[in-house]
């Protein structure tokens, strides 16, 4: 967990919690498996749009658990990312008319995954409850039961999302040193 370690390192004071639970979703106890915590984590960082957390996420899951996970958890984000709008739109409406027209929007890449199934609908339900899309979370979480995951699959895959979320912005509001353009380069 080296690039994240270095982006732990980077968050102030008052995000120690974060820093440490970052830690405890990753390496500590957990009913996910390796493959699955890494996948959801990617997933989440992806979905959160931070791009110096997803680039660490990714190294390190890669690092971890190898292309085809990272792959998949990244086309889980960015699958949902459109859906999770989708979805969202017809269930907030709740216009029958728009719940009967049919979505028309590819998802080929679901069928064409890389690594596991059921894993793909834990990271889509990652994504899914990142992106606030009940409609999303309610189906992705009943197709991981249904597949033989139980609720604490789906809490501690939550958990990752929401320690990702904090973490992000826990990074972004740690104050950065920043170079004034007018000083001598030697007191930068």
Sequence with gaps: MQALENLRTGIGEFGKDLRLNLQSVLEGASVLDLKQR?????????TLRQRELTLAVVADARAQVGEDVVEDALAAAALMGMNNVFYRFRHLVGKDGYAAKPA???MNRMAQLRANKLDFELFALAASTLGGCAACVQAHERAVLEGG????HVLDAVRICAVLRG??????????????????????
Excluded: C, F, H, N
Excluded at 167 to 188: F, G, H, M, N, W
């Design 38 to 46: 890494w996948g959801v984590a990617v997933t989440a960082a992806a």
């Design 104 to 106: 028309r929007l590819r």
């Design 149 to 152: 995951m139980s609720d604490d």
């Design 167 to 188: 973490v992000a912005i826990a990074y972004d509001a740690t104050p950065r040193p920043t170079i004034d353009s007018d000083q001598p380069l030697e007191k930068v």
